[in-house]
């Protein structure tokens, strides 16, 4: 796969990605609650075949980027089938030069917080720079 970028021209070859690890966020304008929507949606993500990981502000996918693309179609029509009229879907997609899972990326933060916490970070007061 080829793509013009700002610097050029990347490319990537199709057997070198296998899992990708993305986001999919969907807040769904209707007259009620969304939440009887999560279920049906989460379904839709699984029923593709990938791993998933429910956050607080959106689901972290991992599985390879057709499969992902396809989850997305799904929830769209999902969306269509529940007369949910005007959503916003939101994807983001991490892409490294090899596999990545969901427990890599846990334990990468969780191993920078420890790090951050032993030298003793003073986080900021608001007002500083």
Excluded at 2 to 19: H, I
Excluded at 74 to 79: A, Q
């Amino acid at each position: 796969m080829r793509w013009a970028g700002p610097t050029g021209t990347m490319c990537l070859v199709e057997s070198e990605v296998k899992n990708m690890i993305g986001e999919i966020c969907v807040t769904p304008q209707t007259d009620g609650s969304a939440r009887e929507l999560i279920p049906e949606l989460l379904a839709e993500i699984a029923g593709v075949g990938l791993r998933y990981d429910v956050g607080a502000l959106g689901t972290s996918v991992e599985g390879d980027l057709d499969a992902i693309l396809d989850a997305v179609r799904s929830i769209e029509r999902r969306l269509a089938i529940e007369n949910v009229e005007r959503a916003l879907i939101e994807l983001r997609l991490q892409i490294e030069p090899h596999p990545e899972t969901l427990e890599h990326q846990v334990a990468g933060m969780v191993a920078r917080g420890a790090e951050a916490n032993q030298r003793k970070v003073t986080p900021l007061r608001p007002g500083e720079p």
